[in-house]
């Protein structure tokens, strides 16, 4: 905006907004003849080098503006047609396309597509990797299986491996309360301030509703290994709200136990309005351990849940916050329970519960009838085939009228 303020060189601002460095110039503004930082300067110098070109097609920053080019001619649309390319050509150069670099455009951006699918398929798991996301059940929850109704094997999702995250069948969940009950072991939290997510229905917009339940890890403000609840919805003033409410407990690495959150967001009769959290946790290679519990107030009162929002076992509908570890059981239930309605406390009702065991003898057969692997995060947002063909078609827009924009 005018004035101000200054900006890395990465930012997409006029180079007046960025910020100049003496002794270590923005190398793409420097190889774009930017004065030095020590001396006046009454015009830029105009050369023409190959590294200018490297820049161009290598660099970070016109693949990142190419990226969001994209995402802007794209809009909601899951297609590019003739339609979208004239907008491209009259965002770029204030013209439409002529008939040639129509046809060039459309033929360049199917080929590219194509392409990408070819690679994505290779990608994708395959049965042969099915034994990295399956583990017996007498492997790390041994005696339990009919004590806590479980399955023959357990989930092993792992950050990086080609099952890393499960896409639940569609379920509707009240606005107002839900319960979300499971069988775990944590391997491992990150070095990091992400949060270990075991289910999630949010894609990490702190403006979008959403809720995610998890454990924090090392760097976390909230102390490591911390059962946590992240809630996005309006509070009793009606505007959109992100809160962490932490539970207090700290969760044992490497053990098997059993968690639950019974998690409530409604108007209530004081001007503050809320709900609350009650944290449910036994550590299960414990025979005498108790059922522990804490209920932490918050000020969400609804509007956690949006309709087109994935529910994600293991991470997010984002790139990052993922799970590593077993999951054994898991169940949500459409009301907050109270603690002699829990799976482990009693048998459990069916009625507005969806309970998912795992058997079979690979990663596709033991997952629930309507959930999917989804493609690791790293590549998901990446190598959308259609995605990543229009942002090369962008780039090449962007690049080849860089001297119009840069100069």
């Given at each position: 905006r005018e004035g101000g303020p200054s900006l890395e060189g990465d930012a997409p601002v006029r180079s007046v907004y960025v910020k100049k460095l003496r002794n270590r110039p923005e190398k793409f503004l420097h190889s774009f003849d930017a004065p030095q930082g020590f001396d006046s300067a009454s015009e830029r110098l105009q050369t023409t080098t190959p590294i200018q070109s490297l820049l161009l097609v290598n660099s970070p920053w016109p693949v990142q503006r190419a990226a969001s080019f994209a995402k802007r001619v794209l809009g909601d649309s899951n297609e590019m047609n003739s339609e979208t390319i004239e907008r491209a050509f009259r965002i770029a150069y204030n013209r439409p396309p002529s008939d040639k670099e129509l046809a060039l455009s459309m033929e360049f951006i199917q080929s590219q597509r194509q392409k990408l699918d070819e690679e994505l398929l290779e990608k994708l798991p395959s049965n042969e990797d099915s034994d990295s996301a399956l583990f017996s059940i007498n492997e790390g929850f041994a005696s339990l299986e009919e004590e806590l109704s479980l399955g023959d094997m357990a989930l092993h999702l792992a950050p990086g491996s080609p099952f890393e995250r499960l896409l639940l069948p569609g379920i509707e969940i009240p606005d107002e309360a839900f319960t979300v009950e499971a069988v775990i072991m944590l391997d491992s939290i990150h070095d990091n301030a992400s949060v270990n997510t075991l289910i999630s229905q949010w894609d990490g917009d702190h403006e979008r509703g959403g809720w995610s339940i998890g454990v924090t890890s090392t760097q976390s403000k909230y102390d490591p290994r911390n059962f946590i609840v992240q809630l996005v919805g309006r509070n009793a003033a009606g505007n959109m709200e992100y809160e962490v409410v932490p539970s207090g407990i700290h969760i044992?690495?490497?053990?098997?136990?059993?968690?639950?959150?019974?998690?409530?967001?409604?108007?209530?009769?004081?001007?503050?309005?809320?709900?609350?959290?009650?944290?449910?946790?036994?550590?299960?290679?414990?025979?005498?351990?108790?059922?522990?519990?804490?209920?932490?107030?918050?000020?969400?009162?609804?509007?956690?849940?949006?309709?087109?929002?994935?529910?994600?076992?293991?991470?997010?509908?984002?790139?990052?916050?993922?799970?590593?570890?077993?999951?054994?059981?898991?169940?949500?239930?459409?009301?907050?329970?109270?603690?002699?309605?829990?799976?482990?406390?009693?048998?459990?009702?069916?009625?507005?519960?969806?309970?998912?065991?795992?058997?079979?003898?690979?990663?596709?057969?033991?997952?629930?009838?309507?959930?999917?692997?989804?493609?690791?995060?790293?590549?998901?947002?990446?190598?959308d085939p259609l995605f990543s063909a229009v942002t090369d078609f962008c780039h090449a827009l962007i690049t080849s009228n860089a001297f119009f924009y840069l100069h």
């Open positions: 044992p690495l490497g053990k098997p136990i059993y968690l639950a959150a019974a998690i409530t967001a409604n108007k209530q009769n004081d001007e503050r309005g809320g709900g609350q959290v009650t944290f449910y946790f036994k550590d299960l290679s414990d025979a005498y351990a108790p059922l522990e519990s804490r209920t932490v107030a918050h000020a969400i009162t609804d509007g956690i849940f949006l309709a087109d929002t994935k529910k994600i076992l293991g991470g997010r509908d984002a790139e990052g916050h993922l799970w590593n570890g077993q999951i054994a059981r898991l169940s949500i239930s459409e009301y907050s329970l109270t603690e002699s309605q829990l799976f482990i406390a009693s048998e459990s009702d069916s009625e507005g519960r969806w309970d998912w065991q795992f058997s079979g003898s690979s990663a596709h057969a033991a997952i629930p009838a309507g959930a999917a692997w989804m493609l690791p995060s790293k590549l998901e947002k990446s190598q």
